[in-house]
Structure formats: structure tokens, C-alpha cells
T-cell receptor
Framework: DVKVTQSSRYLVKRTGEKVFLECVQD?????MFWYRQDPGLGLRLIYF???????EKGDIPEGYSVSREKKERFSLILESASTNQTSMYLC????FGVGDTQYFGPGTRLTVL | QQQVKQSPQSLIVQKGGISIINCAYE??????FPWYQQFPGKGPALLIA?????SEKKEGRFTISFNKSAKQFSLHIMDSQPGDSATYFC???????????FGDGTTLTVKP
């Protein structure tokens, strides 16, 4: 069964802290994604990666960075957390080909105080 | 630039009624159109998907209607149930493009 796991379901951090969100998939997928989800704004793509050590900016990369050292793991880093980064963060993965369905993790609810 | 426009933003339907959510796209290179369903506290999950070589796909109570010339597709939920209450996202992608473009989502509430 397809599985995408995220390291934390809930996270509370303080302004200025460095925050790491981890995502692991067990499907040998090439592509991995980080989104943030806010009420009324849908799913906004932060960064995605097509392969190990490769990354591309999405629609809202400012204030974030990513790391993909292994195929199955994709990390989202908030270098200096700010209150406007309080959100639900969703990781997803997919495989290249016709019908590239994305498989999502359960999400991490991050609160920055 | 939003390439997939979804409407309505929210929808309330009585139990047993038909729920209809619409999406319109701009990029004619899109060739895969999935719908995702998201329950509170969960990540979105694939519900049903269609490719542009067919005009309709049905899986149980869920049907996608696709109009290639109008660049529109819609999700119909027949005999809507309270358990269908969720947020629904349409999406579109091109083969081997990697990433998908999502609509903004529709929050469906089915009243008992």
C-alpha cells in the first residue's frame, strides 16, 4: 500500500527558530512536493524535486528551502520561522508517466508563535 | 497565473441530492485530470481521474464529465451522503511534467 509519512502531525515553534519538516515515501517515486494549505487559498506549491539533489521552486518559495539527499526523503526547512508561516504543510510524491497521481501525507500543522 | 479555476468555493447539498463541482483550465497541453478528496485532518487522496480521450468516467456515485473543446471538466456526486462532506480539489497535469496544477478547492457539506 502506498505510503507517505510526515515526521510530525502538530508542531509549535517560536519566531526565529529553524524548523525542519520531514517527509518519507515508500513507493520509489521520482517526484516529491511540499505544499502549504491555508483556508480559501487551496494548495500552494512551495518546492518540488524530480530527483535526488534536484529541486525547483514552486509558487511560494520565499522563506523556505528544501533538501533531498535520498530518493525517499524530502525535507522542508524554514530558516527563520515567522508567524505568517503558520499553516498546514502537506508533502506528496508521484511517479513520472501518464496519470501522475500525487500521493499525499497526512500533513503537519505548524504554529509559529 | 491560475491555470485551473474551480467553482463553487463551497457547496451545501441535501442528502440524496446531486453535488456538482466545476473546473476550467487554460493549458491545452494538460492530458490528465484527477479529482482529490480531502477529509478534515487528512491529506488529499485521489478520488477519480480522467484523460481527454473520453468524455465521461464513472466510478460508483462519482462521475467526471469532460468537455475538451470548452476546456472544462466537472465532478458529479450522485445520491450525495453526509460521509461525502469533504474538500474536493480538481487538478490538471501534462504527461511527464511532474507537477500538477490544482484548483482552489470546494468545501462540500451534505446535510442529513
Amino acid at each position: 500500500d502506498v505510503k507517505v509519512t510526515q515526521s510530525s502531525r502538530y508542531l509549535v515553534k517560536r519566531t526565529g527558530e529553524k524548523v525542519f519538516l520531514e517527509c518519507v515515501q515508500d513507493m520509489d517515486h521520482e517526484n516529491m512536493f511540499w505544499y502549504r494549505q491555508d483556508p480559501g487559498l487551496g494548495l500552494r506549491l512551495i518546492y518540488f524535486s524530480y530527483d535526488v539533489k534536484m529541486k525547483e521552486k514552486g509558487d511560494i518559495p520565499e522563506g523556505y528551502s528544501v533538501s533531498r539527499e535520498k530518493k525517499e526523503r524530502f525535507s522542508l526547512i524554514l530558516e527563520s520561522a515567522s508567524t505568517n508561516q503558520t499553516s498546514m504543510y502537506l508533502c506528496a510524491s508521484s511517479s513520472f508517466g501518464v496519470g501522475d497521481t500525487q500521493y499525499f501525507g497526512p500533513g503537519t500543522r505548524l504554529t509559529v508563535l | 497565473q491560475q491555470q485551473v479555476k474551480q467553482s463553487p468555493q463551497s457547496l451545501i447539498v441535501q442528502k440524496g441530492g446531486i453535488s456538482i463541482i466545476n473546473c476550467a483550465y487554460e493549458n491545452t497541453a494538460f492530458d490528465y485530470f484527477p479529482w482529490y478528496q480531502q477529509f478534515p485532518g487528512k491529506g488529499p487522496a485521489l478520488l477519480i481521474a480522467i484523460r481527454p480521450d473520453v468524455s465521461e468516467k464513472k466510478e460508483g456515485r462519482f462521475t467526471i464529465s469532460f468537455n475538451k473543446s470548452a476546456k472544462q471538466f466537472s465532478l458529479h456526486i450522485m445520491d450525495s451522503q453526509p460521509g461525502d462532506s469533504a474538500t474536493y480539489f480538481c487538478a490538471a497535469s501534462s504527461t511527464n511534467a511532474g507537477k500538477s496544477t490544482f484548483g482552489d478547492g470546494t468545501t462540500l457539506t451534505v446535510k442529513p
